[in-house]
T-cell receptor, first 114, second 112 residues
Framework: NAGVTQTPKFRILKIGQSMTLQCTQDMNHNYMYWYRQDPGMGLKLIYY???????DKGEVPNGYNVSRSTTEDFPLRLELAAPSQTSVYFCASTHDPGQGGGYTFGSGTRLTVV | KQEVTQIPAALSVPEGENLVLNCSFT??????LQWFRQDPGKGLTSLLLIQSSQREQTSGRLNASLDKSSGRSTLYIAASQPGDSATYLC???????????WGAGTKLIIKP
């Protein structure tokens, strides 16, 4: 099925550990985004990419890194996990952000840092 | 700095009622505004997009309006059904960039 696939769905990390959240889309979308959603809050943009090889910081990039070597993949890396990074992470993609309605979201990764 | 607010945070109504969800934003320099639906454990689904030059958009039982000058949007749901139970989020795209600024959402419960 076409869409945005995120793995894993759930993960528990210990403080200081590292991990990569995977995101893959098969719609040939140029624009991809990583958001985090804390309980009772709106989504906050971590990083985004407007095409392969191009990434930029969003509102809350500290503690995270991204890469975009292909159109399909946009992994999010946590280098030294901290309790403040406990959240639900969503990856999204769109062909044209000006059209908006084309945003497709993954089902999310629920991360707990203990 | 653009801020998006959704009130109420939660709403519970009987099935069949018409209802209105509210979204307000502080900076009228927006490119578009979108309404999304979020179901527990799932991603977000885009419902309606209103460009800054538009006043409203309709899809089935849903109607979204936009008043840029007052910084407000409403999502009207007609003849509500239990399947409409979800969290509804609005997001604003500023004129200046590709980012979306999100409200915290309204959790809607439709009682059978």
């Amino acid at each position: 099925n076409a869409g945005v696939t995120q793995t894993p769905k759930f993960r528990i990390l210990k403080i200081g550990q590292s991990m990569t959240l995977q995101c893959t889309q098969d719609m040939n979308h140029n624009y991809m985004y990583w958001y985090r959603q804390d309980p009772g809050m709106g989504l906050k943009l971590i990083y985004y990419s407007v095409g392969a090889g191009i990434t930029d910081k969003g509102e809350v990039p500290n503690g995270y890194n991204v890469s975009r070597s292909t159109t399909e993949d946009f992994p999010l890396r946590l280098e030294l996990a901290a309790p403040s990074q406990t959240s639900v992470y969503f990856c999204a993609s769109t062909h044209d952000p000006g059209q908006g309605g084309g945003y497709t979201f993954g089902s999310g990764t629920r991360l707990t840092v203990v | 700095k653009q801020e998006v607010t959704q009130i109420p945070a939660a709403l519970s109504v009987p099935e069949g009622e018409n209802l209105v969800l509210n979204c307000s934003f502080t900076d009228s320099a927006i490119y578009n505004l979108q309404w999304f639906r979020q179901d527990p454990g799932k991603g977000l689904t885009s419902l309606l997009l209103i460009q800054s030059s538009q006043r409203e958009q309709t899809s089935g039982r849903l109607n979204a309006s936009l008043d840029k000058s007052s910084g407000r949007s409403t999502l009207y749901i007609a003849a509500s059904q239990p399947g409409d139970s979800a969290t509804y989020l609005c997001a604003v795209r500023p004129d200046s960039n590709y980012q979306l600024i999100w409200g915290a959402g309204t959790k809607l419960i439709i009682k059978p």
